[in-house]
């Protein structure tokens, strides 16, 4: 089909559609002008457009890689349904069929062809492709490439040679799920030529975000629940005895709840999820295992009465939660006495190379718990997707911690990241910032590095939350894969050169109160002066993080 002038021309006569969602536009007009592009986009979020349209206004075939067959033929089907020239080619067509295909191929009628990746990437067929005109090459559900995402799929590693094969054809890789990891590890698979990374559509601004310490979180339940007394929501607890318990308990005191997890008879299970979904029962309480599937609309809260194991499942359950785009919320009860529980779950599986990287991921997420500034900044943030502004539904946005000019602090900090060599974690740059003398600052000569003891005015403590702040900011990056090694972003730099200043949040951490001193109830606590015992597991958990750390030797 000829194309019409403009992308905004053809999304709406081929499509139908009145403007671009975020970064559709310039993510086809990347395309167009030849160039490399990593998208990130919740499901739904809109991603087949950003290769359809430019596939129709280069010249030659776009190539679709797709790794699942009936999601094929729905985007197939509902291409020509708009008029466009579409075609699949996969195992399912018979041999006639295949051949038409290819002939249409050849004959230059096609404007999209979806292909396997194992069909693509033989000998025959990339000889084929390169006879004739390319438009792009588009690879969805680009994770798969990638060991580090949850559906790795060998077939795809191939596709590392498309960008050397084809070196004058734009590529497009697309994913609805990526850690920072997992993405830096998909560019370079797919080698993306100074890839322009697009990551969008993951805020859900309807949600309200809290955290509160966990004291007695039975009753902190009930009395959240006593708030909302005819609403349906999730109540997640890390095991299924927790769960059984507190669903019993809930009944116990009159709430319709059921509990769900993996260890009921699947009968069971199905009736629960059925009851939910029509509000015959208000609140599940359950483990992980509730929620694939489940598409309900209007579920009002997502409670976590135990510590999530990393921020991925978190948000992936949060997220549940106002799918109507009515407001919710979600409700984390967060306190340092559940991060043993979420270690053993994580050491009793897996490999340790795995272990390693799952307890970094829990470090991450006691971070957030922990976040002195916008939770839905450091959230997203999580994921790439930067937040200009405080967001305004969340805790911490509606009842401000006490702020400070940190811009000295914050200029020490990355300082010391960058001498440092960005090669350490966070524990290692502390004690360089406050001149600790341990054995292996000696060994690695950081004695004698200029930042080292140019932060001893400030406890460790203090400065772990400016440097989980600056986490959160985007001003540094921990990388997970890689011992969570802190790492300067682009944004550091005019910080770091003094020709920005920071506001940051006086830590406030909400900590159960302890047994022993039974005068204090709880409440707000700086973080500054906090109660050492209780930061007791942290330490350990983070001092571990630390100690497994390897030094490459200079
Ligand atoms: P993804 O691949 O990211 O999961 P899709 O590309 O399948 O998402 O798009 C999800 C839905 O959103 C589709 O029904 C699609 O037609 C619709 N959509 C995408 N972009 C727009 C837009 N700019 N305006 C209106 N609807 C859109
Ligand atoms: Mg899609």
Redo the contacts with the bound molecule.
Sequence with gaps: MTAPRTPLDT?RTV?G?????PF?EEIVTRLIDGGDAFVL??????????YQIPALHRPGVGIVVSPLISLMKD?VD?LRENGVAAAAYNSTLGEREARQVLARLHAGELDLLYVAPERLMTDAFLERLRELPIALFAI?EAHCVSQWGHDFRPEYVGLGRLRGLFPGVPLIA?T?TADVQTRTDIIARLGLRDAEIYVT?FDRPNIRYSVVEKRKPFNQLMDFLAGRPTEAGIVYALSRKRVEEVAEKLRGAGVEAAAYHAGLADGERSRVQEAFLRDDVRVVVATVAFGMGIDKPNVRFVVHYDLPKNIESYYQETGRAGRDGLPAEALLLFGYGDIPLSRSLIESGGNPEQIRIELHKLNAMVGIAEAGTCRRQALLGYFGERLAEGCGNCDLCLDPPETFDATEDARKALSCVYRVGQRFGVGHVIDVLRGSRNERIRQLGHDRLSTYGIGAHLSAEAWGSVIRQLIHRGYLEQDMANYSVLKLTPAARPLLKGEESLILARPRVKVAAPKKEPKRRGGTVPLAEGDEGLFQELRALRKRLADEQQVPPY
């Design positions: 999304l499509f559609y009145r403007s671009f969602r559709q986009m919740p499901t739904g979020g809109g991603k087949s457009l950003c985007q509902a969805d697309l609805a559509g």
